[in-house]
């Protein structure tokens, strides 16, 4: 199956929604690249920006779940080139 690189952005207001959003992160472990957070404690939001190599139906899920989420946003952004069978 075709992987591309992306990533995701996340941005979470609501602090009550981490637990839940490291969960679903956790699930994802395998095609997760790295992840970087940063706390913005002026305007009291975290920013979490998450690495991933995956076929695009699950990069469009994971972000998909995380903006579900109360408080948190999450906008994928894409690689144009699109890479062979990912073998993790």
Not at 39 to 55: E, H, L, Q, S, T
Not at 66 to 72: D, S, T, W
Request: charged share 20%; proline share 5%; net charge positive.
């Amino acid at each position: 199956m075709e992987t591309r690189v992306a990533v995701i952005s996340i941005i979470i207001t609501k602090d009550d929604s981490v637990d839940r959003l490291n969960d679903i992160l956790h699930t994802y472990r395998q095609q997760i690249i790295g992840r970087m957070g940063i706390p913005y404690r002026v305007k009291g939001i975290n920013i979490i920006c998450v690495v991933i190599d995956a076929p695009p139906d699950i990069i469009s899920s994971l972000s998909g779940k995380l903006g579900q989420l109360p408080g948190v946003s999450a906008k994928a952004t894409y690689s144009s080139a699109i890479e062979g069978t990912c073998e993790k």
